[in-house]
């Protein structure tokens, strides 16, 4: 019986100090940048909420039929905000700087955890533009 006792209290306790580290997130001087990492960046309200913001901010030139996809590498900051934008897959010049317009406009994201610190991490997202789909 106090083996248990002694197991649901040791339980407790490690379940608070897993979640007193989430609350408590640190920052350092690090400026490295990471591919990969232990909580990935995210848009807020998630992926979905994403796909919708590029939806709704993508502004297409009058007549254009072209559809396709841009591929956009960019970095995610310890405050959420995107830089460094770097064109991975081509579309065409309107619809590329149409891509990296939209990114660096949009809302600052939640920023990528490693370790217990807030990282700077390089990502890749893929910008499906569909003018007729648009409509």
């Not at 407790?12 to 990492?37: E, F, G, N, P």
């Not at 960019?74 to 010049?93: A, H, M, Y």
Request: aromatic letters at 8%.
């Amino acid at each position: 019986m106090k083996r248990l006792i002694a197991l649901v209290l040791f339980i407790m306790l490690a379940a608070a100090a897993k979640a007193q580290t989430k609350d408590t997130l640190k920052t350092s001087s690090d400026t490295t940048i990471y591919r990969s990492v232990d909580q990935v960046a995210e848009f807020p309200g998630g992926r979905a909420a994403l796909h919708t913001y590029l939806r709704d901010s993508i502004k297409y030139a009058a007549g254009d039929t072209t559809v396709g996809s841009v591929a956009v590498m960019f970095v995610v900051e310890k405050d959420g905000s995107l830089t460094n934008f770097n064109i991975k897959r081509s579309l065409n010049q309107a619809d590329d700087a149409e891509a990296i317009r939209v990114l660096s406009t949009c809302p600052k994201w939640t920023p990528a955890v490693n370790n217990g610190y807030i990282v700077r991490m390089s990502m890749v997202y893929v910008i499906s533009f569909d003018p007729v789909d648009k409509k």
